[in-house]
């Protein structure tokens, strides 16, 4: 498995400076994800070469700036607060979903958050990746804590994704995240990251996927673990979460070979990309950014 130069010592351990580094890594994994989309860069892709700056974040960021702002503001997820949060800075322009387009308009024009977000698709709820997007900065925020990691990413979850594998999802990403930020201080192995979030994660589909990264976690090849895990293509959690912690369990400490790994992986690249920036970040702090991703990143919003 993948290591890196990067010095870990002395990176800070307090829970504001890790769950800061996921959201930092987040951004950069988001917006460098994004620009795959861009068909002039492919070819870059396969080179492994940064496209040209600038690289724009999506509503990945933005959503997670949300939670990020209010755990350090209150040291966990108010639901009603969060909506609101979701709903007031809402940009039309960044990507989101259709669905949450509506709803994040109907919220801000008085609708209730929970009868819009349990009504989503028939009743059923979204299982979409985007409540997994952007947890990883509240996972982060409790180091050593992953069963507190859950409960809080659970609740955050609902506001806007009801779905038990939408949550479950949330719930997986958050949990690694940290067990990742906890790694600054007790080592940790992909092996073990994953066994600590199957031990917090809810049956269903997304856990079954995780017991397959798990499984999975010696194949070199992204492309073979994608075939088995999914990419992201169907935007569902189930699809998406399981091989981004395959993606950063086996390069934890390794933001650079991570972050190519999960975008040669193809399918919903930015969002991909985020969750695992987050989770590896959480290892190994901003610094473990490289200086040119994070030069070419927009900045995180001035509302922040």
Known sequence: MAS??????????D???TARDALNGLAVGDAFGAQFFVPDNRAALRERRLPDAPWPWTDDTEM???????VMHHGAVDQEELARSFAERHDFDRGYG?????MLRLVRQGGDWRELSAGLFDGQGSWGNGAAMRVAPLGARYPGDPARAAEQAALSAEVTHTHPEAV???VAVAVAASRAAHG????VTGTALLDTVLDLTPPGRVRDGVVEARRLLDEPHVELAAHTLGNGRQVSAVDTVPITLWCAARNLTDYETALW???SAGGDVDTTCAIVGGIVASRVGTEGIPAAWRDRTETLPSWL
């Not at 890196?4 to 351990?13: A, E, G, M, Q, R």
């Not at 600054?184 to 080592?187: D, G, L, S, V």
């Open 4 to 13: 890196h130069p990067h010095s870990f010592n002395n990176l800070p351990t």
């Open 15 to 17: 829970p504001i400076a």
């Open 64 to 70: 997670a700036c949300s939670i990020h702002q209010l």
């Open 98 to 102: 259709p669905a949450m387009n509506r």
């Open 168 to 170: 479950a999802g949330a």
């Open 184 to 187: 600054r201080t007790e080592p």
């Open 261 to 263: 790994t999960t975008a």
